[in-house]
């Protein structure tokens, strides 16, 4: 190691210092290049990137972004942690969901590198009778056990106490949670169900059972009806405050409350985002905890799930890319158990190749990559504590917005959350149409000659609530009325794509416009003439100068030769003979679906 000098390192000293004024100069000098004429003091708005929630990205963050104090691991206000010791001694809890009675694949998972089991019961998952088959062989003492039943959350629990004692597991051995989210639960269904048992397990377990706690506050059901990362941390605030209020209500202390609460959270491939939000997170409840009297019991216990908006059903081994970041964030963000969904999850019931993989995506960033050896490591970096601040920011706004709705239950029963959700999805929903962000092999890099990966079907998950939204349904809406069409006429409909001028000239519009034809189902041809391809309609693809010598004489040519239809791939002109430009931005759903219906493909 080096050892610097007692004054610091000396190489730079005979230099000044670059302040921050000169480096916005500097930005403004290159954007006035590009054609942007913006001040100095604008250059930096320029570089930004709109993040929801209103907040924004910026290009440099420097010692002026302060945040409040975050504290040290294990301690209030919990951003760097809740235990001191983080995740660096084992790595976090690998979970693994299964929502079948399949003692064969649990014990191939706890044997290969899952430490706790997430089993989902009832009419979503296994009955509750089949627990027991389901745990055949696990060690009840070893193993941690989650469980998410729903309406049946007081039966399950029950039935799984009853193992233990059944098992001669010491109730000081138990470990894991029973589960019950009634909240939650009615943000799926619209349902209720009565919260006196809930109550009465968490007395149990506050009492009897010290490693196991009683209620998850589950942020998915938010999450998955297309809501923003504030909106997903308030949601989850307010049902954990109205958990607080009926526990203590009903006999509980504040400690011996907050003792019984697990939040689970989506964690998304948008690293950065996903360490925030859950460190904004852990400083949010730290926050309740402290104005109930009970700062040093404000850890937050984190459950993080690979995000399922996130997951594709086209081309779905891109999915394991995803995940990939997704633990890592995770991990980074210091969430105290991590489930990986299999890359096939969102097709049907994954096989035993697809939960490796999941299970394995924990191993490696743990065994091989350390990534849990240090606490926190994204901890001091001005970016990731700004957008910290400003994320805890936006969601206790978005607290206090439902709070004063009248509580979280009030406010799905009034439609509150399920406007704002649907709000920030329309908003969302504009970008991924736009390709503005691009979801790969699905709005992007699409392959059409892809052979389908075949699952058996999962059981309807619970309905009736707030919806479940995915990044790919446009898309995969158009695909699906493409395989119709070649189940139909063994054939896909097509699109002929005229290259104008040299190669220089048109292909990087050729490419473009190959890729934006085949994200809706559309084979792109380009080999042959026009009357050779089988195709009605046409793309002209090359430069802004080519079109201006050629676009208009080829556009009649081809309408002379059948084209019912002529795109341009470029920015909006008034070239004579073209119907419809196609450019970067463009709402593609909307041009594809258009296209579609014009060949009519259903």
């Known amino acids: 190691m080096t050892v610097l000098p007692d004054d610091g390192l000396s190489l730079a000293a005979e230099f000044p210092d670059a302040t921050y004024e000169q480096w916005q100069h500097l930005v403004s000098g290159v954007l006035r290049k590009s054609g942007k004429e913006v001040s100095s003091s604008a250059a930096e708005d320029a570089l930004s990137t709109a993040l929801e929630d209103g907040l924004r990205a910026r290009p440099l963050y420097t010692a002026r972004d302060d945040a409040p104090p975050t504290g040290l691991p294990g301690f209030a206000p919990f951003v760097r942690g809740g235990r001191a010791e983080g995740n660096s001694v084992g790595g976090w809890d690998v979970r ?19 430490t706790s089991l997430w089993l989902t019961v009832g009419s979503s998952g296994m009955p509750v009778s089949a627990l027991p088959g389901a745990l055949d062989g696990v060690y009840l003492d070893l193993a941690p056990i989650v469980l998410d039943a729903g309406a049946e959350a007081d039966a399950a629990a029950r039935e799984l106490l009853r193992l233990y004692e059944e098992s001669g597991i010491a109730p000081d051995a138990a470990r894991g949670n029973l589960g019950a989210d009634p909240l939650g639960h009615e943000a799926r269904t619209e349902l209720r169900y009565d919260g006196a048992p809930v109550t009465e397990l968490a007395a149990l377990c506050a009492g009897q059972y010290p490693g196991l706690r009683a209620l998850t506050v589950d942020a998915l059901p938010y999450h ?36 019984q609460l697990e939040f689970r959270f989506a964690a998304t491939a948008d690293q950065f985002l996903t360490v925030a939000k859950l460190r904004a997170a852990r400083r949010l409840w730290a926050r309740v905890a402290e104005v109930c009297g009970a700062s ?62 999941a299970r394995n995506t924990s191993t490696i960033l743990i065994e091989e990559s350390h990534l849990s050896r240090v606490i926190d490591p994204a901890g001091g970096s001005w970016y990731v504590e700004r957008l910290t601040d400003e994320l805890a920011h936006a969601a206790w706004e978005f607290f206090r917005t439902i709070e004063r ?11 509150l959350v399920r ?40 059981a309807a998950p619970p309905s009736g609530g707030l919806p479940r939204v995915r990044r790919d349904e446009a898309f995969e809406a158009l695909r699906a009325r493409s ?26 519009r050729l490419t473009f416009a190959a890729n934006l034809f085949q994200a809706g189902g559309i084979e792109a041809v380009t080999d042959g003439t026009f009357e050779e391809s089988g195709a009605q309609e046409v793309c002209l693809c090359s430069s802004d100068t080519v079109y201006e010598e050629q676009a208009e004489a080829t556009a009649g040519t081809l309408r002379a030769a059948g084209a019912r239809h002529v795109f341009l791939a470029g920015r909006p002109g008034t070239y004579p003979g073209v119907d419809t430009y196609v450019f970067a931005g463009c709402d593609a759903v909307a041009a594809l679906s258009a296209t579609l219906d014009r060949m009519g493909v259903s």
């Open 405 to 415: 709705e009248g509580g979280q239950a009030a406010a799905l029963r009034s439609g």
């Open 296 to 357: 040093q019991a404000g850890a937050q216990v984190q459950h993080a799930v690979t995000s399922p908006v996130m997951m594709t059903r086209r081309d779905p081994w891109v999915n394991m890319l995803r995940t990939t970041v997704a633990t890592l964030a995770a991990g980074v963000g210091g969430a105290d158990a991590v489930t990986v969904l299999p890359f096939d999850s969102a097709i049907g019931v994954p096989d035993g190749f697809a939960r490796r993989i």
């Open 419 to 458: 406007e704002r959700l649907a709000e920030t999805w329309a908003a969302r929903s504009v970008r991924l149409a736009a390709r503005r962000e691009p979801v790969t092999g699905v709005s992007e890099f699409p392959y059409l000659g892809e052979k389908p990966v075949e699952r058996v079907p999962v």
């Open 96 to 114: 693994q969901r299964h929502t079948a009675a399949d003692p064969a694949a649990v014990l191939a998972d706890l044997e290969n590198g899952v």
């Open 483 to 508: 395989d119709s069409h070649l189940a139909a006429t063994g054939g896909r409909p097509r699109v002929y794509l005229a290259a104008l001028g040299p190669a220089t000239a048109h292909t990087a």
């Open 224 to 259: 998955e009806a297309g809501g923003s990362a504030a909106q997903e941390l308030g949601c989850a605030l307010a049902t954990g405050v109205a958990y607080l209020r009926e526990l203590t209500e009903a006999g509980l202390g504040t400690q011996q409350a907050l003792s």
